[in-house]
């Protein structure tokens, strides 16, 4: 069973950064895709993605993120990270790592494509 662990949320001012992480296990990370997706508090629609990543490397930014946001991964690890520069009140919100055995084809794929979530970490940056 796919399991995920994100970690390095906080609370920061607007222009700050934060690096999230995500420690995946129970999955076949050599041929996985792997998101990050958001949720701002009392909003009810489907998860924001932000950005995804297969395991070769191939990367799909939401537009509202790039150029800020940076995804990376350390695949002896088993890790995905997320720098986040130049955060502003806008990027509020709870963030989610999210797995799927397969690949995303350079897509920013959708909440609905996956089955394996973590249990969130909140970023809020302040004005």
């Known amino acids: 069973r796919a399991q995920l662990v994100e970690s390095g949320g906080g609370s920061v001012q607007s222009g700050g950064s934060l690096r999230l992480s995500c420690a995946l296990s129970?999955?076949?990370?050599?041929?996985?895709?792997v998101g990050w997706f958001r949720q701002a508090l009392g909003k009810d629609e489907e998860r924001e993605g932000v950005?995804?990543?297969?395991?070769?490397?191939?990367?799909s930014y939401a537009d509202s993120v790039k150029g800020r946001f940076t995804i990376s991964q350390d695949k002896s690890e088993r890790m995905v990270y997320l720098q986040m520069n130049s955060l502003n009140a806008e990027d509020t919100a709870m963030y989610y790592c999210?797995?799927?055995?397969?690949?995303?084809?350079?897509?920013?794929?959708?909440?609905?494509?996956?089955?394996?979530w973590g249990q969130g970490t909140q970023v809020t940056v302040s004005s």
């Open positions: 129970g999955l076949p990370f050599r041929r996985a895709c």
């Open positions: 950005v995804s990543i297969d395991t070769d490397g191939r990367i």
């Open positions: 999210a797995a799927e055995p397969g690949y995303c084809l350079g897509t920013l794929q959708k909440a609905a494509w996956f089955d394996n």
